[in-house]
Every structure is written in C-alpha cells, then in structure tokens.
C-alpha cells in the first residue's frame, strides 16, 4: 500500500513581517493560494493537515473552503527555529542553510538542527503512513522542514533542492506504507 502526500510549501511571506509563527502571507501570497484551488481541482485527497504556522495555514485556506475541508494542525511540523534572533543578510543566511544540510546535527545559538528537525516531523509523517494507508494526504509546509524531511529518506536532499523551491510549490510524494520507504517524488506544476 502507497499513501500520497502533496507537500505544499506556503505561499509568499514577508519574513521580516511579525513573529515567525504569527507572520501570513503577503497580498501576492494571498493570489498565490486561490490558485491552488486550481492546481488541486482534478487531484482528490483524504486529509488537509498544516504547520501551525500562519503562513502555511492561509497557503490551505481556499483549498479547504473549496473543499469543505478541515485543516488540522500539527505543532511538530512547525518551521525549523535556525537562531534566536532573525537572520537579515542573505548571505550570512545562505552560509547557514549549506552548513545544517551539509552537517544535520550543528544547530546555532542552541536552536534547532535538521536532526532534531527531523526527530519531530518524521513521526508524524509515520503515523500519519499507518493511520491513512492508501490515501492522500495534503500537507502545508516549510522550505527547510521539507527538504529536512526529504533528506530524512535521501542523502541527496539539501541546500540545493531547498534553494530551488519556490513560494509557493507543490510536490507529490508517495511512500510504501509497509516499508516507510519513499517510492516517488514529483513536482507538480503551480503557475504563476
């Protein structure tokens, strides 16, 4: 048995708007998340679960109005916190996102490390595997809390597919319920 996921990673932020967990999206993001409507309006799905975070959860709303859908939320899929302090220099913030995916267990200012990142969401993921065999399953996510998972069943999953995501993106991701293995991972297309 397969269970397949669609993570959708949130739409548009402003990330230096607000607390990191209170912060939604922008006007864009807002535009961004009605056409999920249409990315979604031939694929069927089981579940609507998200981060707690704000912006993930205005990424699903229209969705799940459309849907009649419930969002759940679960606090272990929650961004990883990288500092204490916001990180304003792209450059200082870069370095710092090649240094956790290269070394998974450094964590600054005693934050988190993708280890530990993924030590909460990949049981979440798990259980959710058992629970809904057979179903899909749409997930309101991270950038970095993604590609921690991915890399969680393949090495090869970094800096690079991190920075390659967009705002917002969806990928489809099947795993083998029996095996907890990660069968295929696709990305599906989230126009403009």
């Known amino acids: 048995m397969m269970t ?60 799940a109005l459309d849907r009649k859908e419930t969002i759940q939320t679960y606090e272990e899929l929650k961004e990883i916190r990288l500092s204490k302090k916001p990180i304003q220099n792209v450059l200082e913030y870069q370095q710092l996102m090649k240094k956790i995916f290269k070394e998974p267990s450094y964590n600054l200012d005693g934050c ?3 280890k ?43 800096y690079e597919f991190w920075k390659s995501l967009k705002q917002p993106d969806v990928y489809k991701v099947i795993i083998d319920s029996e095996r907890f293995e990660l069968q295929c991972i696709e990305h599906v297309e989230v126009s403009a």
Do not use: C, W
């Open 4 to 63: 397949t996921f669609y993570f959708v990673r949130h739409a548009k932020s402003d990330p230096f708007r607000g607390s990191d967990k209170d912060r939604s999206i922008t006007e864009e993001g807002y535009i961004q998340a009605q056409k999920l409507v249409e990315v979604f309006k031939h694929i069927e799905f089981d579940l609507l679960i998200t981060s707690p975070y704000q912006r993930a959860i205005d990424t699903l709303i229209y969705l």
């Open 112 to 114: 988190e490390s993708i």
């Open 116 to 158: 530990q990142t993924q030590d909460r969401a990949v049981p979440i993921i798990k259980e959710l595997v058992e629970r809904y065999p057979d179903n899909k399953i749409v997930v309101g996510t991270h950038g970095t809390l993604f590609t921690a998972m991915l890399k969680y069943f393949d090495e090869e999953y970094g």
